[in-house]
């Protein structure tokens, strides 16, 4: 079997590809295991000076493998201790810098993600989307406090509420991108920045790294967990089986007979 996350040590960078073209990198619990892992890698390793976070050029990740979402598996016990909270906390905790680069469809967590990285590179084909209520789900890794925080509370909810796919420019504009790029050019864009980071004085790049989440740190932690608890009931609910439903029999959801 191919390996559905690919990782390669290069120049003190750590390159994380996710590599399931077929079903649009959406990430299965292995996978964020694996997502995880690198992460791991990377801060007990000291020649890792940086994380670069990369898909393909025409897909970053349709998100959460939503076959796992229905099937409920992958989420018992302590949400920190299930493999996409134990990715997101790594994240949201990690001590060396994290760039991205986003080509095509950067969906659910494939956006939220973002918000706990350094610098993100998006190609003009970039779909940034967090449908987690129009999946019947509520809003994580974050991204309910970190998202109206930045971008204002009514943009916030527009993006949460009405989960409809933004482009590059809206992203650059939100202040959520660092730059757009065309979208063979994304991962050099991104390289170069860690290029640079990687040479950049290590203790001083975490010492920024931490004044900058610093002062959330604690909120943030608090609203990951409650998020967290929220998001793995909301899956067992009607709404979410109606969703899942329906995408998988490829029709619109119907949530007219919903109280
Ligand atoms: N989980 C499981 N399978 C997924 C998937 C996901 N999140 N996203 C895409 N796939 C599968 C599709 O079912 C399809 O499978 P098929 O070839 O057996 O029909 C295949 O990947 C290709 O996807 P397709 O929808 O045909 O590609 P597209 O280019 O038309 O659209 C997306 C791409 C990402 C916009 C669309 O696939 C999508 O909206 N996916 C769901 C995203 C989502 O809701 N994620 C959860 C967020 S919380």
Known sequence: MTDLVLTDINNQILTVRINRPE???ALTHAM???LGDAIEQAETDADIRCILFTGSEECFT???DLSDFASGSGLK????ETPVGRFLFLLANATKPVVVAVNGPAVGIGTTMLLHCDMVFAGTNSRF???FANLGLCP????SLLLPSWIGRVRAAELLMLGEAFSADDAYRLGLINRVCDPADTETAALEACQK???QPPAAIRATKTLLSGPTHKELTDTMLAEGELFVERLKSPEAAEAFGAFMQKRKPDFSNFK
């Open 197 to 199: 980071l990687a040479s």
């Open 32 to 34: 964020y295991t694996t």
């Open 62 to 64: 349709a998100g959460n």
């Open 23 to 25: 079903r649009k990198n």
């Open 77 to 80: 016990g302590a949400f920190t």
């Open 140 to 143: 994580e890794g974050g991204s």
């Open 129 to 131: 989307q967090m449908p």
